[in-house]
């Protein structure tokens, strides 16, 4: 993957107003076990408001496990997921997800796809044929604002389109932009490009940059930012790409023997658009997400690389002297 010039910039990770990270989600000491397999190990963990945070670990590792504790849909065994300092144990609509296979529906166009989710949320079936006047107006803002996500992601073309007369890659801009319109406060995505080809995979990733810019831009007039996503995937190179954090989870540590938990939390490598990317740092943290994350055999304290908040504190208190 090349440096591309119209990427938008990474820049570092945001704090809300008083200087203080805006913590939107975290795991607190989250176990999982399915009988005697013990998956996840005291997985600690807190997200702030506008990161976009890359998982990756070895197969198996609890990925998964950890998204769906995440949504709310399998909570954990033991341990706690808090939003917005709330303990939750079922989904809601602040949380998305976009799997690695998009599940659309075939008889609705790519508009009508996305603008289903608020077309459920919004209204009932006696509010849609007993308030028709209403339910026409409040129907067409739906699809208004469907229609401009679909332009978001790149799909401004395609938006009369059927499933069945778009592309994989298509699909899953769908699949996000159907995401996205429930304004979720955290967006997970599975894997979600596994299943595309190589070039689809890294229009979709300059996608998520795109979005990391709203972020940015929102952050310069003082406005919460739009976008705080957590995506699992696989490819380092993607997962260095696309986020400003990235953490590994792995079964790969002392007392490993106990189920996986985060031995790998850094920043990404920070890029301006038109600059070349700095390929040293790039691969370096690549080399040593290969080393700590997926090796069987170097196995340190769990905690020996995970340093993300500690580097942001000192990134502060440098920017304050
Ligand atoms: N419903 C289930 N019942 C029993 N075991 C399960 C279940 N779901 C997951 N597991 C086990 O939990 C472990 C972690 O699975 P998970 O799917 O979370 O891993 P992952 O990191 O997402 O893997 P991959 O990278 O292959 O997607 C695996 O050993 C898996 O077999
Ligand atoms: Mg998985």
Request: charged share 20%; net charge neutral.
């Amino acid at each position: 993957m090349n440096a591309d010039s119209s990427s938008p910039a990474k820049q570092p990770s945001p704090t809300a107003e008083n200087g203080q990270p805006d913590i939107v989600l975290e795991c607190q000491q989250v176990s999982h076990w399915f009988g005697d397999n013990k998956v996840l190990n005291n997985v600690n963990l807190r997200i702030a408001r506008g990161q976009i945070v890359a998982l990756v670990g070895p197969s198996g590792s609890g990925k998964s496990t950890l998204l769906r504790a995440i949504l709310g849909t399998h909570p954990p065994k033991s341990g706690q997921v808090v939003m917005d300092g709330a303990p939750y144990r079922k989904p809601h609509r602040d949380r998305g997800i976009v799997y690695q296979r998009y599940s659309l529906f075939p008889f609705l166009t790519a508009e009508e796809n996305v603008a289903f989710g608020p077309m459920l949320d919004q209204t009932s079936i006696p509010f849609r044929v007993f308030q028709f006047p209403k339910w026409r107006a409040q129907r067409a803002d739906q699809l208004r604002q469907a229609g401009e996500l679909l332009d978001q992601v790149g799909l401004g073309h395609a938006k009369r389109k059927y499933p069945s007369e778009l592309s994989g890659g298509m699909c899953q801009r769908v699949a996000i932009a159907q995401a996205l319109i429930m304004r979720p406060k955290l967006l997970l995505l599975d894997e979600p490009f596994g299943a595309l080809d190589e070039s689809t995979r890294e229009s979709l990733q300059l996608m998520l940059l795109h979005l990391y810019q709203e972020n940015i831009d929102a952050r310069a007039k003082h406005q919460p930012e739009p976008h705080t996503i957590l995506i699992v995937t696989h490819e380092l190179n993607e997962a260095l790409y696309v986020s400003d954090r990235i953490l590994g989870l792995s079964q790969y540590h002392q007392g490993g023997s106990e189920g996986a938990t985060i031995v790998y939390d850094k920043p990404a490598p920070i890029f301006q658009p038109h600059e070349e990317r700095d390929h040293v740092r790039f691969n370096q943290q690549k080399e040593m997400l290969l080393k700590s994350v997926f090796s069987d055999e170097f196995i340190q304290h769990h905690s020996e690389f995970v340093s993300f908040w500690s580097e942001v504190a000192s990134e502060r208190q440098q920017l304050s002297h």
